[in-house]
């Protein structure tokens, strides 16, 4: 590419790439998607962006395409590759002036020469940190800027390479630009502060961004640029130095006042200082030791006492909370039990801790955890009035703690109770004692205090296990607060179902349940939205919990099922239909089937809704494990819901279909619960069945609910089952098989077995091109045991139950094998005896020796020839199967099922869905539970001895071994 007749066209194209017209927009993306591994395309980039004078999106275009470059065609072994000539230059090019205009594009330059370091910093680029040093040093204000943002995104980037050769080569960087790195850093931050105090806010805001970007490359090189960084004085001297800086820093924040132009960049700056400590804390616990007592007075003064009133801030807050939760839950200072296995350091640790948390420090920390940061805010009050949704189910979970102020501060309250539960539950019991009596319904202070202190006693329940009697609290007490109705009370009702929520799984006696149960029923009536809401969660906490007893739910389950309805109707967010649906899919779980007659309201709501959700997955995710427990109750009544139901289905388990990728888990289950449930196949429910083709070439980890699936569609209705659809699924298996694992292997034959079980003449004919394979499987003495069991269950079933398919395959492998079909016969047989100890399943053991048994009587050689090894297999069957009537001396066949009875069910069990009858009807045709083996064995044994006469029958007999013709005699007494 010549590159100045190549800049007029690659320019025109980037030009006509920026415009708003898709019919220019589109040929000019093609052009340039075409020009990516022409050799030159990048300096023609280069030369682009950095002309000032052309338009700024045009040069923004260039670069995205140059940083995309980098990406795909700078490494040497990527297809495409840029020469190493064109890369050097490109290297001294981007180096050559930082004098970008631009802040978006100065940034994405300082990101790409970044990406180009971390592949070639320092072997192929040694001369790019001597010149950024250098160029962060001039006294031209632009250039000393683009410098320093170049230098922090090169930094960081060879910062976070993993690699202990990488590792190595960063820390030699580190040493020999820390002095440098601090200076700079020092310089910039004493210029700001100069410059604020003498009122210069113009170039007080310039000086704070060097100080900004300068302390994030300290902050890189401190963290990840030393092993042993408490061995290097600059660096713990830089990090004590942090403590004096953030007391400089806030203080300007109280000088500026918070409308001046740089309080944001200053917030910044101290919110980067409290990271620099939290990262060190993190990554060197040891290390970060002689910092514990600096940081804990620091972060204590400025969050517990006056010495923070006016000039803290909630993110500054919000870190400082962090670091104290940090070095009390940090395990690097918790001595071992046995003091001796403890690390110096940690002892250490641990002592300064201890010297700090005293009993007066802990007690205000509480007090103030309580009673200052525990009360809901004026914000808060005014959302639960405005948007009441969005107050009940706020996310406080996961990583929260980590940028709000209420998470964090319940969980340092969390941590530093569990870790000091001796000191500060008298103090917790204090303050809830001060709150005994009756409280004035106008006094909102009060009722804010019991609100956090009744917050307190609910998120310390397992601490405080052995020192409160919840059960007397909650009869005496707290049933009284739930009935006061004022409006103002409602903070308190909300609170106090929510505290009975986080005990139940920790001390609530069974018997209270019923009481319980009343109000929930009362306040689901409540006139107040988030307190419904907190009790619908308190419900599922309760019928949720190990000790739920459906009987004393039944009385109360009608209304509330209706109540908790009409709650799911009335809330209109996203988030809160989805958490009441997550509380009806509970009850409906647990009550099962005494749901049925409730659910009337629901089944005709949950279509509308479905409607409505269009844009949210997640919610349809929500009614879709509702549908499943809804199904699971109902019974074989879920088929008035396939109208709804099956659309459903079809929709989550296609994968043509966009959502399926949210729904898909859920819709496969719900697939399978349907089928399990359903009285009979319906047209459309075996329509649905054309999706699966295409979830099995998927072979994701759903492969297992799609075999699932497939069962019970045999269990359901196996003849029109496999007339429309078994060609497509032996298609589907044979390709799976050749790309599965042993467990995969198992799971695919075990269809086939249950197909020929359930059906054995269209079973054998629908998947007779996967039974060679099995045949051969067999004679090759497949090694892995599990597969061997399944192989000799799926033969078992074709001798046993269609024996002239059998006999058709064996003809068929004959050929395949070179060999007569007697010999081949005979190693079958040879291979089965052999390695009948691999079948450990019962079921399948007394399965061998009836299909092995069914080749009798024959007088063909080879099966007299191993006529042995048949009885052998049927004495180890008998063994297996037989049981002794204590009484009567006789032996029966365990494995014989004569009728079907439904069966006496305890309250925990779940009936027996329909497919579980199906099965057991299924049982009482199938050879393994209808034919007792020993008559079997004595039928075959006696057509045996009709069919070649007595004497060559004991002849054959002779074979046997005696222990083991002793043994069949005694199984055969009677017959």
């Known amino acids: 590419m010549d590159i100045n007749s190549a800049s007029t066209i690659v320019l025109q194209a980037l030009t006509q790439a920026t415009s708003q017209d898709t019919a220019v927009l589109k040929p000019a993306e093609e052009q340039l998607k075409q020009w990516e591994t022409q050799p030159g395309f990048y300096s023609v980039l280069l030369n682009i962006f950095t002309n000032h004078s052309l338009d700024v999106n045009v040069r923004w275009l260039a670069v995205l395409y140059f940083k ?44 790409l020469i970044a990406k180009v370091a971390r592949l070639d910093c320092p072997r192929q680029w040694p001369e790019l940190i001597p010149i950024l ?263 406080t979970g996961g990583d929260s703690w980590k940028y709000s102020l209420r998470p964090s501060t319940e969980v340092l309250f969390l941590d530093i109770f569990h870790n000091y539960s001796q000191t500060l539950t008298p103090v917790l019991l204090e303050m809830v004692q001060n709150l005994h009596g009756p409280t004035n319904v106008e006094d909102s202070a009060h009722l804010l205090i019991k609100d956090a202190v009744y917050n307190a006693v609910g998120l310390a329940a397992y601490e405080l296990f052995d020192n409160v009697d919840f059960d007397q609290w909650f009869k005496n007490q707290l049933l009284a607060e739930l009935h006061v109705s004022h409006n103002s009370y409602k903070l308190i009702r909300r609170r106090v179902i929510w505290l009975i929520g986080q005990w139940i799984s920790v001390k609530f006696k069974s018997e209270l349940r019923p009481l319980l149960y009343e109000a929930i029923l009362n306040l689901m009536q409540d006139p107040d939205l988030v307190v419904r809401i907190e009790t619908a969660t308190t419900l599922k906490l309760a019928v949720d919990d190990f000790e739920f007893r459906t009987e004393q739910f039944l009385p109360y389950l009608e209304s509330i099922f209706s109540l908790l309805f009409q709650l799911l109707q009335q809330v209109t967010e996203c988030d809160t239909k989805m958490h009441v649906l997550h509380v009806i899919s509970c009850v409906i779980e647990r009550v099962n089937v005494q749901i049925r007659p409730y659910v009337e309201c629901l089944v005709q709501y949950l279509p509308l809704l479905w409607k409505q959700s269009d844009e949210h997955n997640m919610l349809r995710c929500a009614i879709l494990t509702t549908l499943i427990h809804l199904v699971q109750g109902l019974g074989a009544e879920s088929k008035n819901l396939y109208p709804f139901l099956l659309p459903v289905i079809q929709l989550s388990t296609d994968v043509t279909q966009p959502p399926h990728v949210y729904l898909l888990e859920d819709g496969l289950e719900l697939w399978l619960v349907t089928l399990e449930n359903s009285p009979s196949i319906t047209p459309e429910l075996l329509r649905i069945f054309q999706n699966m083709p295409a979830l099995l070439a998927m072979s994701s980890e759903n492969l297992r609910t799609c075999f699932q699936i497939v069962n019970a569609y045999i269990f359901l209705s196996s003849s029109e089952f496999l007339q429309n659809y078994a060609a497509a699924l032996c298609q589907s298996f044979c390709e799976l098989l050749k790309d599965i694992t042993t467990e995969g292997q198992v799971q695919v034959l075990k269809v086939v077995e249950i197909a020929i079980k359930v059906n054995p003449a269209l079973g054998t004919h629908m998947f007779q091109s996967l039974l060679p394979s099995v045949f051969r499987g067999v004679i090759d003495g497949e090694r892995y045991p599990v597969v061997m069991s399944t192989y000799l269950g799926v033969m078992g079933r074709v001798l046993l139950q269609n024996g002239s398919f059998f006999s058709s395959l064996l003809t068929q492998m004959a050929v395949e094998f070179h060999q007569e079909m007697d010999q081949l016969l005979g190693s079958l047989i040879e291979m089965w005896v052999d390695r009948m100890d691999n079948i450990t399943q019962p079921e399948r053991r007394k399965l061998s020796a009836l299909a092995l048994l069914s080749l009798l009587p024959s007088d063909n050689s080879v099966i007299q020839d191993k006529f042995c090894g048949i009885i052998n297999i049927s004495v180890e069957a008998l063994h297996d199967v037989m049981t002794e009537d204590p009484e009567t001396r006789t032996f029966k066949d365990c494995m014989l099922m004569s009728h079907f009875e439904e069966p006496k069910l305890t309250e925990d069990e779940e009936p027996p869905t329909e497919q579980d009858k199906r099965k057991k009807m299924l049982a009482l045709k199938d050879p393994v539970h209808s034919v007792p083996l020993q008559q079997f064995v004595y039928e075959k044994l006696k057509a045996q001895q009709g069919l070649i006469g007595d004497q060559s029958f004991q002849t054959l007999m002779e074979t046997v071994d005696t222990e083991i013709v002793k043994q069949l005699q005694e199984f055969l007494q009677g017959l």
Not at 313 to 332: G, H, P, S
């Open 133 to 395: 040093l250098e160029s962060v040093k001039v006294q031209d204000g632009l250039q000393q800027h683009r410098a320093l943002l170049t230098f922090y995104h090169v930094t960081k980037t060879l910062a976070s390479k993993r690699l202990a050769a990488d590792r190595r080569l960063f820390q030699d960087l580190a040493s020999g630009i820390y002095s440098f790195a601090c200076s700079l850093w020092n310089h910039h931050t004493d210029t700001f502060l100069q410059q604020i105090c003498a009122g210069d806010e113009a170039a007080a805001i310039s000086s704070l961004e060097r100080t900004l970007l300068s302390l994030k490359v300290l902050r890189k090189l401190t963290v990840h640029g030393f092993v042993e960084p408490h061995q290097n004085m600059e660096v713990m001297g830089f990090l004590n130095t942090v403590f004096e800086r953030l007391k400089q820093f806030l203080e300007c924040c109280r000088q500026v006042g918070p409308d001046s132009n740089c309080r944001e960049k200053l917030e910044k700056t101290i919110l980067l200082y409290t990271k620099v400590l939290l990262d060190f804390l993190e990554y060197h616990p040891y290390p970060f030791t002689p910092l514990i007592q600096r940081s804990l007075e620091f972060a204590v003064s400025y969050v517990f006492t006056e010495a923070g009133t006016g000039i803290t801030f909630e993110r500054f807050i919000v870190q400082c909370l962090n670091l104290i939760k940090m070095i009390v839950k940090n395990d690097a200072y918790k001595p071992a039990k046995n003091i001796e296995d403890s690390k110096p350091e940690t002892l250490e640790a641990h002592k300064i801790k201890t010297a700090f948390f005293t009993y007066p420090t802990l007690t205000e920390i509480c007090r103030r955890l309580v009673s200052h940061f525990f009360l809901l805010t004026e914000e808060e009050l005014t959302m639960w009035e405005e948007d009441p949704e969005s107050f009940a189910v706020e996310e």
């Open 68 to 111: 995309n470059g980098i990406e795909r065609y700078w490494r040497r072994v990527a297809p495409h590759s840029l020469s190493e000539e064109e890369k050097s230059s490109l290297r001294a090019g981007l180096i050559t002036n930082f004098n970008e205009p631009v802040n978006q594009i100065a940034t994405q330059i300082a990101v």
